[in-house]
């Protein structure tokens, strides 16, 4: 039995026959309160040790330093309790029918004989039972029978609403094959024609309509012990621009991703679209649009719903609910983080995760090139979120390996927009987060020209704007660098800057080449190429569980610093023989677990962490306290 409920479970329990809850099962509109009382609201004295902050109490074990995850598990979710029966509480308990129409607690034909006793399931599945694994196996075999990618994204999609654990299991053993799907480049298009492909609802809408009973709204989602909210406007997504209401498969995508690669329960996962109207055209006149018929609010309209919504999920869920902004336009996301680091435990993903990801590369890829970041040239193609974030956090490392101040720091940094090279002149007319960098240099207005005059060590493509890495952009990199640094990270392929095969062709093979959506290996003289796929999705799963294990209140840049540092220290010689600036995908759970462990070490060193007291072993903890999809033994 799990620990935290275990009072209230035995009071409902024992008031309760199988065959009342089983009739209970089928009428879940009345029975949703009791099944509240247990699972969150109902604590008695006996459970003071049960904050529902899903952060794991000062209990003994991990006073001692014992790694212990499965805390307030309800479900039974974490790596710590694999071993502990479940009871599938749903509405009362789940049983029969229902209960495999519950995607938490279903798991189809592997239910034992005596699970389909005890739970009413006997007729209701064919007589064979089958292990997880033989399920997994013919699952996988299905989605590659798919020939469209989209098509195979709408098949894991009705796995994960169906069989949640099924979905991980198959998300976690086939990371690397399954990622390109479920995100980019697939969660693009599905984004982009979401509203025809639509079947069940996922996540939470707030919209305009809610402005004034947003708490309302958030009371409505089914889950009230929330570890990460992701949440988006949809106004930028990925490189594809405003795809207003139907950014919803982003923050779907990405907390599957905390799930799957960085271990966060489901349970605590809530993707959030915030609809404030689209100014895409194409959109609002599609009938089978799915968010408000209108342009986007702005101005004193949007921040008022935006400050509502901040006010509501602290109220609802306390302080240590991390929120993950997501795909907002340049002009909100950096105002937003500003206005609510302070008070709020807030991160964005755009600025600060692919920051860390693309620091790490470049610490990594230096061992190729020699020196150290003080020692080269940034040249920045895009001084959106992405550039100017990364810009900043290479700063900031620059500053602290070099001591130097962040002014001298900055100095080799240099950003291009769609303007040209940013320099003084310009200062006057570009917005504040761009005006650090607006060094003293005669104007420039093209990409090329600005690398001919710079000469950097390294170009990073975040513009959005596909092909802009041309072959001229790639040779006169390579005729200044022995070892280029080619970082093309528009999202999707579609608008990647340039393709892995472009980037090691024009570079005779000598490119140190990452992409933000992935490539395939490269054959080019006969030698075998493996592009990097430096996105965010190597940091913000971990950088996330870091957050929930430690209680962190803050997000502070210390903490995205040590991030970044923890995966360019996962890089082994093994991976730098192969050409490789990342580890690979398929170890994502392990680098995981130890970027959450030096994020939550850089929490607890700041005095940010409130689970107290610190465990020891900050690893072996956070692997405790991963997500399991291994099915459970129901009694
Ligand atoms: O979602 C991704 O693949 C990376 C990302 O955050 C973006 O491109 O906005
Ligand atoms: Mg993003």
Redesign the pocket.
């Known amino acids: 039995m799990l620990g935290l409920h275990r009072s209230s479970l035995a009071r409902i329990a024992s008031a309760s026959t199988e065959a009342w809850a089983h009739r209970c099962s089928r009428r879940t509109g009345s029975a949703r309160a009791v099944q509240y009382g247990a699972m969150a609201g109902g604590r008695s004295g006996e459970e003071e040790e049960g904050r529902n902050d899903g952060v794991p109490p000062s209990s003994d074990a991990a006073m001692a330093g014992v790694a212990t995850g499965g805390v307030e598990d309800a479900y039974g979710e974490d790596h710590a309790t694999e071993d502990q029966p479940v009871t599938p509480w749903a509405v009362c308990i789940a049983s029969g029918h229902s209960l495999l129409r519950d995607p938490r607690h279903n798991k189809g034909m592997s239910f034992t004989e005596e699970e389909r006793d005890a739970h009413y399931l006997r007729g209701l599945l064919p007589p064979a039972v089958l292990p997880q694994e033989l399920q997994e196996k013919r699952l996988l075999q299905n989605v590659r029978e798919l020939e469209s990618p989209l098509h195979r994204y709408m098949f894991l999609v009705d796995l994960q609403e169906r069989n949640e654990r099924l979905f991980y299991k198959l998300m976690v053993d086939n990371v690397e094959e399954l990622l390109p799907v479920v995100?980019?480049p697939t969660v693009g298009e599905a984004c982009q024609k979401y509203g025809s492909i639509f079947r069940r609802p996922q996540g939470l809408y707030i919209s305009l309509k809610d402005k004034g009973r947003i708490l309302e709204v958030l009371r409505n989602w089914p889950e009230k012990s929330i570890q990460v909210i992701v949440v988006t406007d949809g106004e930028r997504i990925?490189g594809l621009g405003d795809l207003g209401c139907q950014g919803m498969g982003i923050p779907v995508g990405k907390l599957a991703l905390y799930t799957a690669l960085g271990g966060v329960r489901p349970s605590g996962a809530l993707p959030i679209t915030i609809d404030v109207g689209t100014n895409n055209e194409e959109l609002l006149n599609d009938e089978f649009y799915i968010g408000l018929r209108q342009r986007r609010a702005t101005g004193q309209e949007y921040t008022e719903l935006l400050d509502e919504f901040m006010a509501a999920v602290k109220q609802n869920y306390g302080s240590k609910t991390l929120v993950q902004f997501?795909?907002f336009a340049n002009h909100n996301a950096f105002t937003l983080l500003e206005k609510y680091k302070g008070t709020h435990l807030v991160f964005n993903?755009?600025i600060q995760g692919?920051a860390a990801v693309v620091l790490a590369g470049l610490i990594a890829g230096l061992k190729f090139v020699g020196g150290t970041l003080a020692d080269h040239k940034f040249l920045f193609f895009g001084a959106g979120e992405a550039g100017t974030g990364i810009a900043e956090l290479v700063a900031l490392e620059i500053s602290m390996q070099s001591h130097l101040s962040p002014e001298e720091a900055r100095k080799n940094i240099w950003l291009v927009d769609s303007k040209g090279l940013i320099v003084s002149s310009r200062k006057e007319s570009i917005q504040p987060f761009k005006k650090l960098y607006a060094h003293e240099h005669e104007p420039v207005k093209d990409l090329l020209s600005a690398i001919k005059d710079i000469k950097p060590t390294a170009l990073i493509g975040s513009a959005g704007v596909g092909q802009s890495f041309t072959k001229e952009v790639i040779e006169a990199m390579s005729l200044i660098n022995k070892r280029p640094i080619i970082l093309a990270l528009s999202?999707p392929t579609s608008k990647s800057e340039c393709t892995a095969e472009q980037a090691y062709s024009w570079s005779e093979g000598r490119a140190i080449f990452g992409s933000?959506s992935p490539f395939d290996p490269v054959k080019y003289n006969d030698k075998l190429f493996v592009p990097a796929q430096a996105?965010?999705a190597y940091i913000f799963p971990g950088f996330g569980l870091g957050v929930v294990i430690s209680g962190a209140i803050r997000v502070k840049d210390d903490m995205v610093l040590a991030a970044a540092e923890a995966l360019a220290e996962q890089v082994t010689s093994e991976h730098f023989d192969k050409g490789l600036i990342y580890p690979p995908f398929s170890s994502i759970r392990k680098i995981s677990a130890n970027i959450a462990a030096r994020v939550a070490a850089k929490a607890y060193d700041l005095g940010l962490a409130s689970h107290l007291p610190r465990p020891r072993d900050l690893v072996k903890y956070a692997e405790s306290c991963m997500y399991s999809p291994i099915y459970r033994s129901y009694k």
Request: aromatic share 8%.
């Open positions: 995100y980019t990925l997501e795909d993903d755009d692919t999202n933000g996105n965010n």
